[in-house]
């Protein structure tokens, strides 16, 4: 049996993330061409810089921590790693770590990770925790003042090339069961997953809301991932 799932900011909602595109979300206070894309980091680097600084900081923060939904996907993990009559595939498109610290072992990040940068010249990813500015030196080269501020964040932006896409559709062109959480459904192209599943694949949504891409799944769950994830994968 093949499982794959995909989570989107409504799992980490409860953890005090905030979504993009509810109410109080983060395109509420900032229009996504200014921060989220290539030319936005060209124009203004220093706004982008802070927009995701302001966001890594607040990951680190003792209050955010990982909810029953990224536990639940954990322990899933965890109990088809004994199996091998199952192949498994978690698929986020957050850039947070909370299903890391909730004990997921190999999380597909197909946006990026808040808590990587990305050296703009090589392309190599580093771990990264601090702020990063037009100043920052490079980890490789710290005293080479000719290359500072080469970092931008590991995020996938608006035109960009999502990460591993050959291995998510792989991996939805084989799924058994698709199971699709707390994403609305409208940025491709993690909202076309669900339509390359075969004919035979059972495809469930977990939201609190209908979405855009909900007629496209044969079961819809209304309700809070923290309680409802939990519930589907017992
Ligand atoms: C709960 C809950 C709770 C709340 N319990 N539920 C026209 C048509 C088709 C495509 C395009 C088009 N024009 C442009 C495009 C392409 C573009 C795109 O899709 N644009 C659309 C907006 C139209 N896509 C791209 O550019 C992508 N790249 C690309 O296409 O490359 C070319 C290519 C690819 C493949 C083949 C060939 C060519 C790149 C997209 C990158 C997205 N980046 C962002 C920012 C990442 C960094 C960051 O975090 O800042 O990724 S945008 C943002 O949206 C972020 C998210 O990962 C992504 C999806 O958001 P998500 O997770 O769904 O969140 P929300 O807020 O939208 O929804 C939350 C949901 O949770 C809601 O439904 C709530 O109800 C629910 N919820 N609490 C359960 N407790």
């Not at 058994?176 to 339509?195: H, K, M, N, Q, R």
């Amino acid at each position: 049996m093949n499982i794959l799932i995909l989570t989107g900011a409504g799992v980490s909602a409860e953890s005090g993330i905030p979504t993009f595109r509810d109410a109080n979300g983060l395109w509420e206070g900032h229009a996504f061409e200014d921060v989220a894309t290539p030319e936005a980091f060209a124009r203004n680097p220093v706004l982008v810089h802070q927009f995701y600084n302001e966001r890594r900081r607040r990951l680190q923060e003792s209050d955010i921590q990982p909810n029953a939904a990224h536990v639940a996907l954990a322990e899933f993990e965890q109990a088809c790693a004994d199996r091998d009559d199952i192949r498994f595939l978690l698929v986020t498109q957050n850039i947070d770590d909370l299903h890391e610290r909730a004990g997921s072992q190999n999380v597909l990040h197909m946006h990026g990770e808040l808590l990587k940068a990305q050296c703009l010249e090589s392309l190599q990813t580093y771990p990264w925790k601090d702020d990063l500015s037009l100043e920052t030196p490079h980890p490789d080269d710290p005293d080479d003042e000719s290359k500072r501020g080469y970092l931008r964040p590991h995020v996938v932006w608006f035109g960009e090339m999502p990460i591993g896409l050959n291995q998510i559709s792989e991996a939805a062109s084989n799924a058994d069961l698709f199971l699709a959480i707390g994403t609305s459904g409208v940025v491709y192209p993690a909202a076309g997953i669900v339509a390359s599943t075969p004919h035979a694949c059972r495809r469930i949504e977990i939201n609190l809301d209908a979405t855009e891409a909900s007629s496209a799944f044969d079961e819809t769950i209304r309700g809070p991932a923290s309680i409802e994830v939990g519930k589907v994968l017992q």
